[in-house]
């Protein structure tokens, strides 16, 4: 079997690793931190993984546009970059194959995991961030820009600060990161998505909060109540919701979920199908990812595999 290199950059870490079977399987990996060079770093460690790939699959946060990074302020650097032409400097002819890291992710489990054999079907990430990957026909649709499925721009309130006011309206209340900053402000200590949703928390909210923030006003209005369950409660209500809007608009045969809140996954699998049984008129059936770890790599590889065969 040939030999194949996958290459993700996330917004904390690298990972590239080697497979020499159509599989999801590692013959090879290492990791590294982002920071300061960034691509430099990781193709080296790419080459001195493997130096002659029979194809490469790259994963990125953000997305292609124009033949640059765009939608990925957390990586130094990587802003603007223009990825794809200095990919094929470094590996001349042999097939390159970019996309986002959910898109890959995706790529991964229509390729060996729970999206296999599905025509129509949703791939969603909650993680630190919040974003969707669509399947039509049995393959990831990019869109017209190459940002199909950035669902953390869907706006929550009508009117409310949205794309062209710097923010991320679905992303700031339902992801990972947006449940810890919000149970933050909340019980006045740092706290993680995963406390939160594990049921590990403090009691107390902070007087501080500043009126106005949806901290504040969610323990207003929960007088004697436990204001952290609340904000959790309040978060899978927007995620179910919206999940189940997007449902609807693409009428999907498979909803999978995947990313690091499924950690929590028996608390959220039950409401995510709860609402799109309620609200989708043909609700899909709803399955986690079978890749919990790693799934932008595995994705890699699997883009690295199409562009083989």
């Known amino acids: 079997m040939t030999r194949v290199l996958g290459i993700d950059v996330g917004g904390t870490k690298v990972a590239i690793g080697v497979s020499t079977a159509d599989g999801p399987a590692l013959s090879a990996h290492v990791r590294l931190d982002t920071g300061p060079d960034t691509l430099a770093r990781a193709l080296a460690a790419a080459r001195a993984l ?6 490469v699959g790259f994963s990125t946060c953000g997305v292609i546009r124009d033949g640059v990074v765009r939608l990925a302020p957390n990586v130094p650097g990587w802003e603007g970059l223009e990825l794809p032409r200095l990919l094929q400097e470094a590996y001349g002819a042999t097939p390159v194959a970019i996309d986002n890291d959910v898109n890959a992710a995706a790529a991964a489990e229509l390729r060996w995991g729970a999206l296999r054999g599905v025509s129509t079907g949703v791939y969603l990430n909650l993680g630190t961030g919040l974003a969707a990957a669509l ?37 700031e209340r339902v992801s990972g990161g947006a ?4 149970g933050a402000a909340l019980l006045g200590r ?8 594990g049921g590990g928390r403090a009691r107390e909210p902070v007087d501080e909060t500043p ?4 901290a504040r006003e969610l323990v207003d209005e929960t007088p004697g109540g436990d204001p952290a369950q609340e904000l959790v409660d309040e978060t899978l209500r927007t995620l179910a919701m919206s999940v189940a809007n997007l449902c609807v608009v693409l009428d999907p045969e498979r909803l999978v979920v995947g990313g690091g809140m499924m ?34 790599l595995l994705g890699a590889l699997a883009l690295a595999r199409a562009a083989v065969a």
């Open 263 to 296: 950690g929590a996954a028996e608390l959220i699998l039950p409401r995510l199908t709860a609402e799109v049984g309620r609200a989708v008129p043909f609700p899909p059936e709803i399955r986690p990812a079978r890749f919990a770890d790693d799934a932008p």
């Open 190 to 197: 740092p706290v993680t998505a995963a406390e939160l949703l």
């Open 211 to 214: 009126s106005g923030d949806p």
């Open 50 to 55: 493997d130096g002659a790939p029979a194809a």
């Open 179 to 182: 449940l810890a900053a919000r």
């Open 135 to 171: 399947v039509v026909d049995g393959r990831v649709v990019p869109g017209a820009h190459g940002a199909a499925g950035e669902i953390g721009y869907l706006q929550v309130m009508p009117g409310e600060p949205a794309f062209a006011d710097g923010r991320v309206p679905l992303e």
